[in-house]
Structures are given as structure tokens and as C-alpha cells.
């Protein structure tokens, strides 16, 4: 049984977000995994389901089809199911055995405990998005960039107040749901800032370390091959690589004034860590972005498993889905 639970383990550390967690954490999820195997032609996950489940693959390949088209290979050690569980969407595709295949089981119920119970696997799952989305922005073509601006109300001339905070992140596609007592402790913590145009924010390779809240003006960002994207108001600007702690990978510049509020990653770990609803819908919209942008990259002819680091030399990385 120990050398059992010691295999379990291993395979775990063989996938992104486990090898960011304390071995506690690792043997709680490896207690937890059931194993399976599945024969050449066994439908594992079937398309329009619900994600009963996710899979740690440890022998064998899963085919993925989406509406009867190919959609990428998976192979051990990528997982299948989890970015539907915490998109909270059905299963977009079928998975089917293309050799007898053995994998790891994982319950929908006993993931989403194990997030409400050991918050290190929600920071590394959050920062496993943030770094998967931030490889996968730097390849993408110039029109799927950047994002238009939210009209939030008037933006007052004086210094805003918290309850003008509050409302203002409301508004925003990550705090959407979230209640106001936690976006006030969010507020609290966020420090002004306005710039005219033409200030430059950050140069391309410059370290993260901070998110711009916008509520006000357009930012123009210019990346690598010459792409020009835009931030309007109501987008957290650099937030994708400030949360996987990686540096900027493109220059911005205020294009008009510009009113926002600088927040720090690490003040929005601590507070998810005590605003579970609000952690979960948080990853909830990245596993969204991240599964938006595999069906985008399918439809382009384009492997949707694969993301090219050609930025740091790396290659190219397959991960699970």
C-alpha cells in the first residue's frame, strides 16, 4: 500500500500543478485517486456531459474529437477533465482510448473539497492558468489581443472613494459575483493612479510584480512581430503575468489619460484564501479564457494541447486539459 501511495505521488509531480504543492498536499490528492484502465475504443469522456470527473493519464493516448473533427492527443502524464470542472462547463469533446489505457481517477466532489480544504492547490492551480495563459498570449495573432473598454459610469476628477471602488470592480468579469465586504478589504488595498497620455506603463521584459486596474482611458500595448493591441477601462492590465509572476511581453503606453488602481498578486492571495466563492469564480474565468482559446486555436487548424515557448527557447509544451 505505502509503495502504492508512493507511485501515486510520483505520477502527481509529473503535472504542473501538482509539482508547485507541498508533499502534504500531494499525498492528500494522491489518497484520493482511484485507478482505472480502459480499453482501445473506450469513451472516457464523452462531449456535451458533465465532468464527473478528471483523469491523470499514466499509460496509453486519448484521442479528442469535438463534433466528430479531431481536437489533439493526450498522453501520460496529462490530465484530462479538469479545466471543464473548474470551468464549470460540460465535457467539449469526446476522449477515447486509442490503445488500452491506464489513468488516475479523481471525483468532480473530491477535487472541489480538496480545494476548499488545502488552499496551496488553489494558488498553484491559479498561477498554472496565469502561466499557461501567459504563453499562450504571446502566439496569438494581433486580433485575438487586447480587450474593448466597459462603460462603468462616471469616473470623478477628485480622488475616488470606497464605495466608488467597489462598484467600479463589480463591474469587472473577475469579481462579477463576488460580495462587497471583500471587495472593500480589495479596495483598501488598492492604490490610485493617474497618468496622462503618453506615460509609458512598462517596457517588454520589465518584471511584473503589479496589475493595473483600469476604470478609465485606453492603453496601447505593442508586442513582438509588430502586434498593436488595446486595454479599455474595466480590464485588470497585466494581471495574467503578475499572477504567474513572469515578466511583461509587451510594452504598454497610456494612449489616452488614464485612471485606474495598482494591486498587488500577493494581497489577492490572501484574500481569496479567506473569500472561497469568490477564489472559485475567479479560476472559473481563467479555465474559461484558457478553454475559449483552445476552441479558437482548434478551429484554426492550429494543435490546441500545444503552446509554442518560443519566446524563452523551450520549445513546445503539451499540457492536459
Given at each position: 500500500?505505502?509503495?502504492?501511495?508512493?507511485?501515486?505521488?510520483?505520477?502527481?509531480?509529473?503535472?504542473?500543478?501538482?509539482?508547485?504543492?507541498?508533499?502534504?498536499?500531494?499525498?492528500?490528492?494522491?489518497?484520493?485517486?482511484?485507478?482505472?484502465?480502459?480499453?482501445?475504443?473506450?469513451?472516457?469522456?464523452?462531449?456535451?456531459?458533465?465532468?464527473?470527473?478528471?483523469?491523470?493519464?499514466?499509460?496509453?493516448?486519448?484521442?479528442?474529437?469535438?463534433?466528430?473533427?479531431?481536437?489533439?492527443?493526450?498522453?501520460?502524464?496529462?490530465?484530462?477533465?479538469?479545466l471543464s470542472i473548474l470551468a464549470r462547463q460540460e465535457t467539449p469533446y469526446d476522449a477515447v482510448a486509442q490503445v488500452e489505457t491506464r489513468a488516475y481517477e479523481l471525483e468532480t466532489d473530491t477535487l472541489l473539497d480538496l480545494f476548499a480544504d488545502h488552499f496551496p492547490l488553489y494558488e498553484a492551480t491559479l498561477r498554472y492558468f496565469a502561466e499557461r495563459l501567459w504563453f499562450e498570449f504571446q502566439?496569438?495573432?494581433?486580433?485575438?489581443?487586447?480587450?474593448?473598454?466597459?462603460?462603468?459610469?462616471?469616473?470623478?476628477?477628485?480622488?475616488?472613494?470606497?464605495?466608488?471602488?467597489?462598484?467600479?470592480?463589480?463591474?469587472?468579469?473577475?469579481?462579477?459575483?463576488?460580495?462587497?465586504?471583500?471587495?472593500?478589504?480589495?479596495?483598501?488595498?488598492?492604490?490610485?493612479?493617474?497618468?496622462?497620455?503618453?506615460?509609458?506603463?512598462?517596457?517588454?521584459?520589465?518584471?511584473?510584480?503589479?496589475?493595473?486596474?483600469?476604470?478609465?482611458?485606453?492603453?496601447?500595448?505593442?508586442?513582438?512581430?509588430?502586434?498593436?493591441?488595446?486595454?479599455?477601462?474595466?480590464?485588470?492590465?497585466?494581471?495574467?503575468?503578475?499572477?504567474?509572476?513572469?515578466?511583461?511581453?509587451?510594452?504598454?503606453?497610456?494612449?489616452?489619460?488614464?485612471?485606474?488602481?495598482?494591486?498587488?498578486?500577493?494581497?489577492?492571495?490572501?484574500?481569496?484564501?479567506?473569500?472561497?466563492?469568490?477564489?472559485?469564480?475567479?479560476?472559473?474565468?481563467?479555465?474559461?479564457?484558457?478553454?475559449?482559446?483552445?476552441?479558437?486555436?482548434?478551429?484554426?487548424?492550429?494543435?490546441?494541447?500545444?503552446?509554442?515557448?518560443?519566446?524563452?527557447?523551450?520549445?513546445?509544451?503539451?499540457?492536459?486539459?
Open positions: 500500500m505505502k509503495l502504492d501511495l508512493t507511485e501515486r505521488m510520483l505520477h502527481l509531480r509529473q503535472i504542473p500543478v501538482a509539482a508547485m504543492l507541498p508533499p502534504t498536499v500531494v499525498r492528500m490528492l494522491a489518497e484520493a485517486l482511484i485507478p482505472r484502465t480502459f480499453r482501445e475504443g473506450r469513451v472516457v469522456l464523452r462531449q456535451g456531459t458533465p465532468a464527473d470527473a478528471m483523469f491523470l493519464l499514466t499509460e496509453g493516448t486519448l484521442a479528442l474529437t469535438k463534433d466528430a473533427m479531431p481536437f489533439g492527443e493526450l498522453r501520460a502524464p496529462q490530465t484530462v477533465g479538469f502566439d496569438l495573432p494581433q486580433e485575438m489581443l487586447g480587450f474593448a473598454s466597459i462603460d462603468l459610469g462616471p469616473i470623478p476628477k477628485r480622488k475616488i472613494d470606497l464605495v466608488e471602488k467597489v462598484l467600479y470592480l463589480r463591474q469587472m468579469s473577475g469579481f462579477a459575483t463576488a460580495n462587497v465586504n471583500a471587495l472593500a478589504t480589495m479596495g483598501r488595498q488598492l492604490d490610485e493612479m493617474r497618468v496622462p497620455a503618453g506615460t509609458e506603463l512598462w517596457r517588454q521584459g520589465d518584471a511584473s510584480g503589479k496589475v493595473l486596474f483600469s476604470v478609465e482611458g485606453t492603453i496601447r500595448c505593442e508586442a513582438k512581430g509588430g502586434r498593436v493591441f488595446r486595454y479599455g477601462a474595466g480590464t485588470g492590465v497585466g494581471g495574467i503575468e503578475a499572477l504567474a509572476d513572469r515578466p511583461r511581453w509587451y510594452h504598454a503606453t497610456a494612449e489616452t489619460d488614464v485612471v485606474g488602481f495598482w494591486g498587488q498578486p500577493e494581497n489577492l492571495f490572501d484574500l481569496f484564501e479567506h473569500q472561497q466563492k469568490m477564489a472559485m469564480d475567479f479560476v472559473c474565468m481563467l479555465a474559461r479564457a484558457q478553454a475559449g482559446l483552445l476552441q479558437r486555436k482548434a478551429k484554426l487548424g492550429h494543435n490546441p494541447l500545444a503552446v509554442a515557448r518560443s519566446a524563452k527557447k523551450l520549445g513546445t509544451v503539451h499540457y492536459g486539459a
